[in-house]
């Protein structure tokens, strides 16, 4: 009975209007992950293609390697990326974001929920559907909240992106595909042979 009230208290988001903050996003109890950005609710595409988790494995699997021993952690979404502008306060935070990978090397960001301020590094692998979001509504996002570096990787391409944080703002690489070595400014001495991550796809 206590567990029904609780249900009925809950406010579930309305897609289309309104602007809630992290306070109301704990409390929603959806069937669908969702993204907060600026206040306005982002529906998740659907479950992501097989080229989408490959690409996802084969990354997560050698920034995984390169960071191991040391105090950096890499994570994968589904988790929790809160961006703060002024204050932590829950009722303060309107951005909630679940990169697909993530770097934090700032143990004090790290709690029970995820993080609470901007990773290291950003990777956002594009889906049918998603490519608005992830190259205007979260690049805007990264670079105001201090995103050292945010990858941006398109599968049916087999191209990456790079865009690294200078003087508050984004600079974006060449357009990187087979045959680059691509090196990360913000893991110093991480490279990436972009023949092996998309050469098995």
Not at 45 to 61: C, D, G, K, N, W
Not at 87 to 106: A, G, R
Not at 138 to 155: F, N, S
Request: charged share 25%.
């Amino acid at each position: 009975m206590e567990k029904q009230q609780d249900r009925n208290l809950v406010k579930e988001p309305n897609f289309a209007y309104g602007s809630y903050t992290y306070a109301d996003y704990l409390t929603w109890q959806l069937d669908e992950m969702v993204e907060l950005i600026r206040g306005k609710v982002f529906r998740q595409a659907a479950a992501p293609r097989r080229i989408h988790e490959e690409l996802s494995v084969a990354l997560v699997t050698r920034i995984h390697g390169f960071l191991k021993g040391g105090t950096c952690r890499v994570y994968t979404a589904p988790f929790d990326v809160r961006l703060p502008i002024s204050s932590k306060d829950p009722t303060e935070i309107d951005t909630v974001v679940q990169p697909d990978l993530c770097v934090v090397c700032d143990p004090e960001k790290l709690d029970e929920l995820g993080c609470v301020g901007a990773p290291d590094l950003v990777v956002e692998i594009l889906s049918p559907g998603n490519n608005k979001k992830e190259l205007q509504h979260k690049y805007e996002v990264y670079e105001a909240a201090g995103v050292r570096e945010y990858w941006v990787v398109h599968p049916d391409e087999r191209t990456l992106l790079i865009y690294t944080l200078e003087s508050e703002h984004y600079r974006s690489s060449r357009l990187f595909t087979f045959g680059d070595r691509v090196a990360s400014q913000a893991l110093p001495g991480f490279e990436l042979d972009l023949d092996e991550v998309f050469g098995g796809l």
